[in-house]
C-alpha cells in the first residue's frame, strides 16, 4: 500500500497518530492509511481475528440500511463518522436511486475529509464536512449542511460504526436527541455497534 498525502492544511504528524477511519480502512484492505494505523489494524487482529469479516459485514448493512430508506422517500443524508471513502459509498447508493439526493459526510479525521472532498469536487448535492459528530449545533449549523438538508423533510442519519466511540460520559443519547429534535421533518436513524457479547473476558479486556 501506498502512503497517502496529508491535506495541506495538516501537518506530517497527521501519520503519526493512528485514525480509527484509516484503520476501518486498512482493516477493507484500502490503501488510503498510514504505516501507523497498519500497525494498530494488526493489533486488532490479534486481540480479535476475523474482524476484516466484521468490517465488511458492516460496510454491507450501511448500504442494505441506505436502500431501505430510498424505498421509503427519504431523499437527504447525514453520515455522522463517515470515514473514508470506499466502493459503495451512501452517495453512490443514493444517487443510483435518486440523481438529486442530497448527502452530507461528517468526520474529525482530516485525511479522510480531504478524499472525500476531492471525490465529491463534482458533486453539487453531496459534501464533506469536518467536525466533530458529538457537536450537533455545529454540524447543523455549518453552511453546507444548511445548504443541502431542509430540517422540514425526512432526513436519514447514520451512524454506522462510529457511536461506540462515544464514552458514556458525553452522553451519546443527547447527542442523538439533538438531531432528532433539529431535524424536525422526521426520519429515520440507522446505528450500527460494536459488542463485546458472548467474547471471553480477557479477550474483551484486551480489546
Known sequence: ??????????????????????????????????????????AVRAALPGIEAAARANRAFLRRAVRHLLDLGVEQYLDLGSGLPTVGNVHEIVHRHDPDGRVVYVDIDPVAVAHSRAILRDQPSVTAVRADLRDPRSILAHPDVRRLLHPDRPTGVLAVASLHFVPDSDDPAGIIAAY????????????????????????????
Open 180 to 207: 432528532r429534535e433539529a431535524l424536525a421533518g422526521g426520519g429515520y436513524l440507522v446505528v450500527s455497534h460494536a459488542s463485546d457479547d458472548g467474547l471471553p473476558p480477557e479477550q474483551a479486556s484486551r480489546i
Open 1 to 42: 500500500m501506498t502512503e497517502p498525502d496529508p491535506s495541506r492544511s495538516e501537518s506530517a504528524a497527521v501519520g503519526q497518530i493512528p485514525s480509527t477511519a484509516r484503520v476501518y480502512d486498512a482493516l477493507l484492505g484500502g490503501s488510503h492509511n498510514f504505516a501507523v494505523d497498519r500497525q494498530m489494524a494488526e
